[in-house]
């Protein structure tokens, strides 16, 4: 998993949620119902992909926090 980008943007031992519970699309990330993220990336535009084994799907996370499939 490259959290490299993600850890960058973290305060020294800072702990983020970037996504959490919820169903829909269009809809702030730490709502989004998280079924297994198994790897994240930080796009040069800000925006972050995970990838979600469980739930067979591609998120993108916008620099707002809402989250694309």
Request: charged share 25%; hydrophobic share 40%; proline share 6%.
């Amino acid at each position: 998993m490259d959290l490299a980008g993600l850890l960058s943007a973290l305060p020294p031992g800072g702990i983020a949620t970037i996504a959490g519970f919820g169903y829909q699309d269009g809809i702030p990330a730490k709502e989004a119902d998280a079924g297994w993220p198994m790897g994240v990336v930080r796009r040069r535009d800000g925006d972050l992909i995970v990838n979600d084994y469980w739930g067979h799907r591609v998120w993108r996370i916008d620099r707002d926090g809402i989250l694309h499939t």
